[in-house]
């Protein structure tokens, strides 16, 4: 495993503070921003943000922006569903004879909306993650994408999706009404990909492998098994999801703003913050309920977050949208720029950070942080690092993913030298405080991912909340720590591997929500790490039934 102190220690900047010998006190600071990458990743002083939790905020948000843009839509996509709506209706009463009790499209779809800022003349970019059919198709980033398309065109489009009063005045079935959307999605693809969309264009990139080669050998050399190594360089995608708005002078009053987002252009990451089952207002999932005329069933629940920034920060954004951009491969033989290999830098190059606009008394402090292995950048692995190393009450974590073991054991080994600190300087037990970590996490959406997370949790004390997966390794463990018996039939060595390896529990909180036939399913978990705990009270640790699963 990779021990991230050696990177903490890369990040971290000396600061000598001074001590008031009288008083006995010293002041000083923590480090939040990565200052020694401010050559490449300033921090920025004048900006506002604005915090949206789940899409039907912060998608209603986005296209409220992209209305009012003037000059230019660029767009940084690990996926696009040309048919999503962003904005929709409360749902009413009516099931629609099984259809849904609100029956696609239902407001603009995300095609539509892009198509008539084109025709206004907003020149709109879309930066697209493709990488082959297999591995897209089980992405599933880019529903109904053709596996072919002429690179030229002679005509323009003007294709739009069917109206909800077109669609409400005829009979379908789910089927038909599925069909439609996917023909109506493959169409707008085809049309955008040959370039017949005026003032729309987009570019594909795909994922390196020799550049991600060279950033996990960087920055996390000692990981994981053979299989675990062959996924991350096969399976890797560029999960980057910007959106930038009016960059450059148009010819109305510029809405100048951007979008830090895990939120992707895709239908399925539309969910309300209550996170309804069975929620209408999600779209029908067409795969299931087939068997059963009257049950519909939607989308499952999904959470995630969006940021909108205002402000000088917007430099930074635009940048790594120039880069992938003016080094991505055109999809039509009319798309393109003049000018060169980097054509759109060159076009922006005069633009400063002071010239973004931003609100009047904008005083939020911000640094663009990314992953991006062509040019080795690793910034959000050092800032996790950075931010982790400066708790000292308690650390909440959201994340899709929670599988990097180096990183509970950094929290670990840094909360182990704080306390040990503590008690060379003859600190009473009551005066260390404990650590509380909170970590919520989906259920692993491959089983590929299970080992890992599961290895990643037992760090924490959490083992035992996976349930069944807990009981197989436990099991395996226990077997492979008996005693070995050789018969004249059996006289080979029993093969021991990583599994076979003890992970020390603590006692932790962990829950599993469940919801048939839509699964939701969350995991929470609270550790105290470190924190000196009397025999009586580990004795009623051990017997209390809430943290067991």
């Not at 920025?44 to 839509?73: P, Q, V, W, Y």
């Not at 049309?191 to 005026?198: E, N």
């Not at 306390?419 to 405080?433: E, L, Q, R, V």
């Amino acid at each position: 495993m990779t021990d991230l102190t050696k990177l903490l220690a890369e990040i971290q900047r000396p600061e000598t503070s001074h001590v008031d010998m009288l008083r006995r006190r010293v002041c000083g600071t923590l480090q939040w921003f990565l200052e020694k990458d401010i050559k490449t990743h300033p921090i920025h002083n004048r900006n506002h943000l604005e915090f949206f939790s789940c899409g039907e905020k912060g998608f209603a948000s986005i296209e409220k922006d992209l209305l009012a843009a003037t000059s230019t839509i660029d767009l940084v996509l690990w996926g696009f569903d040309p048919g999503m709506e962003l904005v929709r209706p409360k749902a009413g009463a009516s099931n629609n004879g099984g259809l849904g009790r609100t029956q696609w499209p239902r407001g603009t779809t995300y095609g539509d909306l892009l198509t008539k800022k084109a025709r206004e003349g907003v020149k709109v970019r879309m930066l697209l993650w493709y990488d082959n059919v297999p591995l897209n198709a089980l992405s599933g980033n880019v529903p109904d994408f053709p596996l072919l398309w002429l690179p030229a065109h002679f005509t323009s489009s003007d294709l739009v999706a069917p109206t909800h009063e077109w669609l409400k005045n005829r009979a379908f079935s789910r089927k038909q009404l599925e069909g439609h959307r996917s023909d109506y999605c493959t169409a707008w693809w085809r049309a955008a990909l040959s370039g017949r969309f005026p003032n729309l264009e987009v570019r594909i990139r795909k994922a390196q492998l020799g550049a991600m080669t060279a950033s996990i050998k960087k920055y996390l050399p000692d990981q994981g098994a053979l299989i675990e190594d062959i996924t991350l360089k096969i399976a890797g995608t560029h999960h980057q999801k910007p959106v930038l708005i009016d960059y450059e002078k148009g010819k109305g009053r510029p809405n100048t703003c951007a979008y830090v987002m895990g939120l992707n252009s895709v239908t399925d990451y539309w969910d309300t913050t209550e996170h309804l089952y069975n929620d209408p207002r999600r779209e029908v999932n067409f795969s299931s309920g087939m068997a059963w005329k009257e049950s519909v069933w939607y989308r499952k629940p999904y959470r995630d977050y969006a940021i909108r920034v205002q402000g000088e920060a917007l430099y930074n954004i635009n940048e790594n949208f120039v880069q992938g951009w003016d080094s991505a491969q055109s999809t039509s033989l009319h798309g393109g720029q003049p000018g060169g290999a980097r054509a759109l830098y060159a076009r922006r190059a005069s633009i400063k950070p002071e010239d973004m606009p931003a609100p009047d008394g904008a005083r939020h402090r911000a640094q663009i942080v990314r992953t991006q292995p062509e040019v080795l950048d690793a910034t959000i692995l050092k800032a996790y690092t950075l931010a982790s190393s400066n708790a000292v009450n308690y650390i909440y974590v959201e994340n899709q993913y929670v599988q990097l073991v180096d990183w509970p054991k950094l929290v670990k080994k840094i909360r182990s030298q704080y306390c040990d600190g503590m008690k060379a300087a003859k600190a009473a037990s009551a005066d260390i405080t404990p650590l509380h970590l909170f970590v919520v996490m989906p259920q692993p959406e491959r089983g590929e991912m299970v080992p890992r997370t599961y290895e990643t949790v037992g760090q924490l004390g959490a083992a035992e909340g996976m349930g069944e997966y807990h009981k197989t390794v436990q099991g395996k463990r226990k077997a492979s720590a008996r005693p070995m018996r050789c018969s004249p039939r059996s006289h080979r060595p029993r093969a021991f591997t990583r599994s076979s390896r003890r992970t020390t529990t603590r006692p932790c909180a962990i829950g599993w929500s469940r919801a048939k036939p839509m699964t939701v399913r969350s995991c929470a978990i609270q550790r105290r790490l470190f924190q000196p705990i009397r025999r009586e009270n580990s004795r009623r640790w051990e017997s209390s039934p809430w943290w067991r699963c």
